[in-house]
């Protein structure tokens, strides 16, 4: 009698789950690419799914439950935005993206080790980072799964010819243009109504017709379709940005901001500060205020 009522408890509390092999295929970025999205990456292992992450950057601290592979004699997107910004150059920086995906796909598709780790291993999901990281197409194509992507930032110059939504190129300025201006010129609207054009044609006439016969090579998929017909395939686009924050854009049901998915509720308290009021800084100024 003890016996059954032990199954009987046994089964009542059981709980079905089914864990998934999931990629993320984060190849191209910063160091802060990881950051935005690690919240996710970490909550997929603590649920009982088998996480991988493929990237250029090591883990400063490693989780044991995320298996890491790191692309070595790759270029790396290492960079200070702020500081190129500043010096008047970072425009210049985004038209190195494509020299860095090609190197990027160079070394994931020569890399002997991680041939053989794509020849063995099976997802039932990839999610790609959308900084030139198309690579991640061909991989998503070899193991037949599906595939979202992760936009780490705003709305990147290339996203609205992918998705096929509007740019609203004649009042919302393109990344690229930063620090973007809030009073566009009637040159700052040709120039941002060209932009688009421009990343369609270096994109698909340049740097995709590079990585497909890389892919089609190196992982034996000579039914590959086109890296565009891929992309467009895209299930989902979760995008690191919120209208509060960014400039408000009219985006199809499938982009779904998740801006501030990497804030944490426990954060370190900031140091000690002198905190400065209206008064003090004009008690302490030359400046005087007369009724």
Known sequence: MWKVALLTVLFTNA???FGANILFYFGVGTYSHR???????????????????????PPKEPNPKIHEIVISNTLKLDVNFVELRANGVGKQVWFVLPNIGTSNCEAVTQDKDILNWAGKAQFDLVIIDTLYNECG?????????????????????WHSEM?????????????????????????DRIRNALSPLLWTFLRHWQYFPKLEDMLRTAFNI????????????????????????DFPR???????????????????????????FYSEIF???HIHIHS
């Open 137 to 157: 197409y061909g991989l998503a194509y070899k193991f037949k799964a599906p595939h979202i992507l992760f936009g780490t930032t705003s709305a990147y110059m």
């Open 222 to 245: 000579s039914d590959m379709p086109p890296l565009k017909t891929l992309e467009r395939n895209s299930q989902l686009l979760l995008l690191n940005s919120h209208y509060s924050l």
């Open 35 to 57: 950051t935005s999205v690690w919240p996710l990456v970490e909550t997929l292992a603590e649920r009982g799914h088998n996480v991988t992450f493929l990237s250029s950057f």
């Open 283 to 285: 008690s302490t100024s």
């Open 15 to 17: 709980r079905v789950s």
């Open 163 to 187: 998705f096929g939504y509007l740019p609203e190129t004649s009042w919302v300025p393109d990344m690229q243009f930063a620090p973007r201006p809030k009073q566009m010129s009637f040159i």
């Open 250 to 276: 009219s985006f199809p049901q499938f982009v779904v901001p998740v801006g501030g998915l990497h804030c944490k509720n426990t954060t370190k308290p900031l140091p000690p500060v002198k905190l400065l």
